[in-house]
């Protein structure tokens, strides 16, 4: 009984320092260079992700067209979409 209540403590103590893995984000979507530049600008979710032009992604470095094919892939199956350029629309 004393090994169960020890083991639940450390299993706890592992759960809280990591929740959801820092960095993780887009892990095995894109490559590490461009989730370093999305990184670098706080960019961690696909909603913060979507308030971004495709053309502001595309001029951060690290990021290339495969990767920013990936990405579109990906936003568009969880239903998101980057921001509209405002000179498309003229």
Known sequence: MINLVIMAKCLKSVCAVNPASEGDFLKGIIAIPARKA?????????????????????????????SLKKLKKHMKENHFSFKENIADLY
């Open 38 to 66: 999305l990184e670098r600008e706080k960019i961690d979710s696909l909603q913060k992700l979507s308030g971004y032009s495709e053309i502001e992604i595309r001029k951060m470095r690290g990021f290339g067209e495969v």
